[in-house]
């Protein structure tokens, strides 16, 4: 409840607060809607809202597990490599620094305009550069004792890779996995704002501005709120599991 109820309590206040500012006038109801005009859109359109937001997470899912996969790939070779690890981070540095406005489009153009794959790559693209330097940064952190152990045993690279390095990493693998799974989220509806399907949140929230529906669009950022905060619990989570002695020493 001490963890709860603080914050609880803080989302109550903000949300009477931005009622009574609106009800007072003090800014239109098409810049910034009522709770109660947004709540009633949820209630309405909470179908629309489900199938959406399935179709942006699918998107979102498809591309964090496709770029963490290559980021831990790449962090791999990076950490073994010194060349690899100086060529490496600058452009990965580059690739994060690529905006998703621009990007979306040319991918968008380049594919048909019933695929999918454009929003994926954008998220991937996204994805890899926390998961990627994150990792790295803990490949690179190896006990020297564990180091010298292995070597004693003569150990192949493969078998240090999974039984030293990446368990030892595994910390700052969740410290990007937990940036990139909120990344991932955003990445996917914002990719949708230019074309492509329109069976995502980004598509319902451009469509529903652009007819001046301003609640129901509100309704819809609310939904790719929830399914941001999804992605972020579940990755927590997993990182319980994975980690449970973390939780052991934080408790």
């Known amino acids: 409840m001490r963890r709860v109820l603080p914050p609880l309590v803080f989302g109550v206040l903000a949300l009477v607060l931005?009622?009574?500012?609106?009800?007072?006038?003090?800014?239109?109801?098409?810049?910034?809607?009522?709770?109660?005009?947004?709540?009633?859109?949820?209630?309405?359109?909470?179908?629309?809202?489900?199938?959406?937001?399935?179709?942006?997470?699918?998107?979102?899912?498809?591309?964090?597990?496709?770029?963490?996969?290559?980021?831990?790939?790449?962090?791999?070779?990076?950490?073994?490599?010194r060349f690899l690890g100086e060529v490496s981070v600058p452009f990965a540095a580059v690739v994060n620094a690529l905006p998703i406005i621009a990007l979306a489009p040319i991918l968008n153009n380049m594919f048909e305009s019933t695929s999918s794959v454009p929003r994926r790559l954008v998220t991937g693209i996204v994805v890899f550069f926390p998961v990627f330097l994150n990792l790295l940064r803990g490949l690179r952190e190896v006990d020297p004792v564990h180091q010298e152990l292995m070597r004693t045993y003569a150990a192949s690279v493969w078998t240090f890779a999974v039984k030293v390095r990446l368990p030892g990493a595994l910390p700052h693998l969740f410290t990007g996995l937990?940036?990139?799974?909120?990344?991932?989220?955003?990445?996917?509806?914002?990719?949708?704002?230019?074309?492509?399907?329109?069976?995502?949140?980004?598509?319902?929230?451009?469509?529903?501005?652009?007819?001046?529906?301003?609640?129901?669009?509100?309704?819809?950022?609310?939904?790719?709120?929830?399914?941001?905060?999804?992605?972020?619990?579940?990755?927590?989570?997993?990182?319980?599991?994975?980690?449970?002695?973390?939780?052991?020493?934080?408790?």
């Not at 009574?20 to 859109?41: E, H, K, M, N």
Request: aromatic share 10%.
């Open 18 to 81: 931005w009622e009574v500012f609106v009800a007072a006038g003090r800014v239109a109801p098409f810049i910034l809607p009522a709770p109660t005009a947004i709540g009633a859109q949820i209630a309405e359109q909470r179908q629309n809202i489900w199938d959406a937001a399935l179709a942006s997470g699918a998107n979102a899912l498809a591309g964090l597990i496709g770029g963490t996969i290559l980021a831990v790939l790449a962090a791999l070779a990076a950490s073994r490599s």
């Open 178 to 251: 937990r940036q990139a799974s909120s990344l991932a989220v955003i990445a996917a509806v914002v990719a949708e704002y230019f074309g492509g399907l329109q069976d995502g949140l980004g598509a319902r929230i451009t469509s529903a501005a652009a007819f001046t529906a301003y609640p129901r669009a509100w309704a819809f950022v609310a939904g790719a709120c929830l399914l941001g905060l999804t992605f972020y619990l579940v990755t927590l989570l997993l990182e319980r599991v994975a980690m449970p002695w973390k939780r052991s020493l934080i408790s």
